[in-house]
């Protein structure tokens, strides 16, 4: 069975621009959250979906956005890119968005954005 | 406030020598999860264990162990007898129980890099 996957793998932007970052989740699945990795850091939490509603949301600016569709893939947009943008975009998915400690939460290889 | 302090950036070993990663957490939480990722380069997220608060049994599994410790906070990971395989950024992680989303909370890491 296919993981999470994500696309594209790597991706380069300019200072302004806007970014769609795709992510299916593995078959089942009904929740999606987005974490952003910058270098030497730990993920943070950016967004979780679960049946095409946002769950909840991190402490990231509006220029973040996203969303899930009917078969449960999900977009995270970024408007207005920064050169604090650049980042590992990491998805993961869980099949029905509980908590952590009652089911597991499964990762992408994610993202890599870079903003000049 | 929710933290997770992993104080050592970096270790390197040679081959077959034991290693302990420390983790020291923070949290209001009485009832909460504490978690152990590996990321290997490829960059996807591999869950090594689970912990709730109240089990604080240590754990062994294969070469890996897990020594929690309420008292002090922690929650430090060891692997004996590490192989080059074992060369990766390793994630300690926190979530509480009671949360509206499955958000983690992750320590900035620490790069192990085992020598052959």
């Known amino acids: 069975d296919a993981g999470v996957t994500q696309s594209p793998t790597h991706l380069i932007k300019t200072r302004g621009q806007h970014v769609t970052l795709r992510c299916s989740p593995i078959?089942?699945?009904?929740?999606v959250s987005w974490y952003q990795q910058v270098l030497g850091q730990g993920p943070q939490f950016i967004f979780q979906?679960?049946?095409?509603?946002?769950?909840g949301r991190g402490n990231f600016p509006d220029r973040f956005s996203a969303r899930q569709f009917p078969n449960y893939s999900s977009e995270l947009n970024v408007n207005a890119l920064l050169l604090g943008d650049s980042a590992l975009y990491l998805c993961?998915?869980?099949?029905?968005?509980?908590?952590?400690?009652?089911?597991?939460?499964?990762f992408g290889s994610g993202t890599q954005l870079s903003v000049l | 406030a929710q933290k997770v302090t992993q104080a050592q950036t970096e270790i390197s070993v040679v081959e077959k020598e034991d290693v302990t990663l420390d983790c020291v957490y923070e949290?209001?939480?009485?009832?909460?999860?504490l978690f152990w990722y590996k990321q290997p380069p490829s960059g996807e997220l591999v869950f090594l264990i689970r912990?709730?608060?109240?089990?604080?049994q240590n754990e062994i599994s294969g070469r890996y162990s897990w020594n929690f410790q309420k008292s002090t906070s922690s929650f430090n990971f060891t692997i004996t007898a590490s192989q080059v395989v074992d060369s990766a950024v390793y994630f300690c992680?926190?979530?509480?129980?009671?949360?509206?989303?499955?958000?983690?909370?992750f320590g900035t890491g620490t790069l192990l890099a085992v020598q052959p």
């Open positions: 993961a998915s869980s099949l029905r968005g509980q908590r952590p400690g009652v089911e597991k939460l499964f």
């Open positions: 078959s089942g699945h009904k929740s």
């Open positions: 979906y679960y049946e095409k509603e946002e769950r």
């Open positions: 949290t209001r939480d009485t009832t909460y999860y």
């Open positions: 912990r709730n608060s109240f089990d604080e």
């Open positions: 992680a926190l979530t509480n129980y009671g949360g509206a989303t499955n958000k983690l909370i």
